[in-house]
């Protein structure tokens, strides 16, 4: 469970050649914790993006990989934060007391960047660990979702993924065990190998993994966030909130995504009314990586539908 938990995640943005795109950075107030968010892209009549990043114990620089994210902000404001414990959203006390790291926490933190950016309604994407955050918070403020985008996201709960990394990488699984026993299994740097081993498995394209990792850096991680996270989440169950979402809802899977199987997504879009389903042909777990033209396309299609 920590492992999975750890590693599930999802991939975006990073330079446009011959466009700048403007960049903003803020401070939102929650509780006991200033949530940094930056901003790609202007306010206009488009519809803005809040995107909650997976993980969970990573910032939000796994996002910025491509130019995905920059695209999109073309047309429309886009929203990243780091979520608490993470990046620049850390407690000055982080190191005395831990922040709490439940749900209703991660929801409050999300609302204080809406609050923050005077935002009434928004597009809610969340990639991965974030597609869990991201319907907690559709189920607490349904008013100021307009839309919601699930990328490679789990389910309602942690029981409900399908994660198949074990029986198609029997071999990596068995490095990394190796790895761990050596450098100790709780410690920050079992943590990072492991991490740099799940990135090997969840790819479709061997290139692009090559790609990615060669270029993919630290990426902000906090071991100690992803456990805690993991921990204080691993009873929470949203199934019954699904059923009341009355917004309009895209749920996205790379077709060969082996941490969260296609079969996750397909029961996801089911227990939403009117969920449309996409899956991506020649993708793993990070399709707007692996297939960053159609997962653009995508999005904004789905975000300018009416």
């Not at 809040?50 to 939000?60: E, R």
């Not at 928004?122 to 597609?131: I, K, P, Q, R, T």
């Not at 850096?217 to 009341?244: C, I, M, R, Y």
Request: net charge neutral; glycine share 8%.
């Amino acid at each position: 469970m920590r492992l999975l938990a750890v590693c599930l995640l999802l991939l975006c943005s990073g330079t446009l050649v011959g466009q700048s795109v403007t960049r903003n950075q803020g401070v939102a107030h929650s509780t006991g914790v200033e949530i940094a968010y930056e901003t790609l892209g202007t306010r206009g009549t488009s519809l803005p993006v809040i995107a909650v990043n997976g993980g969970p114990g990573l910032t939000h620089a796994y996002m910025v990989q491509n130019n995905v994210w920059e695209r999109i902000s073309r047309k429309r404001m886009v929203v990243f934060y780091d979520q608490r414990g993470t990046g620049r959203s850390k407690s000055p006390n982080s190191g005395v007391q831990p922040l709490p790291e439940d749900m209703p926490a991660q929801v409050a933190d999300l609302e204080a960047v809406r609050q923050a950016l005077k935002l009434d309604t928004f597009a809610l994407l969340g990639d991965s660990y974030g597609g869990l955050v991201a319907m907690a918070y559709a189920a607490a403020y349904p008013q100021h979702v307009a839309k919601l985008i699930l990328s490679d996201s789990p389910g309602p709960n942690w029981k409900s993924i399908v994660h198949l990394l074990p029986e198609v990488f029997p071999d990596i699984q068995e490095q990394d065990a190796k790895e761990m026993q050596k450098l100790g299994e709780a410690t920050d740097a079992a943590a990072r190998v492991s991490l740099r081993n799940h990135f090997r498995m969840i790819f479709y394209s061997p290139e692009k993994r090559e790609t990615y990792l060669a270029h993919m850096g630290g990426l902000g991680f906090e071991p100690a966030v992803a456990e805690a996270v993991s921990k204080a989440t691993e009873n929470l169950d949203l199934t019954p909130k699904l059923a009341g979402f009355q917004f309009p809802t895209l749920v996205v899977n790379g077709r060969y995504d082996m941490n969260v199987a296609p079969l996750t997504a397909w029961r996801l879009a089911h227990a939403i009314p009117g969920a449309k389903l996409v899956f991506f042909e020649h993708s793993g777990h990070l399709p707007s990586y692996e297939e960053p033209e159609r997962y653009v396309r995508a999005v904004e299609e789905f975000l300018n539908s009416r």
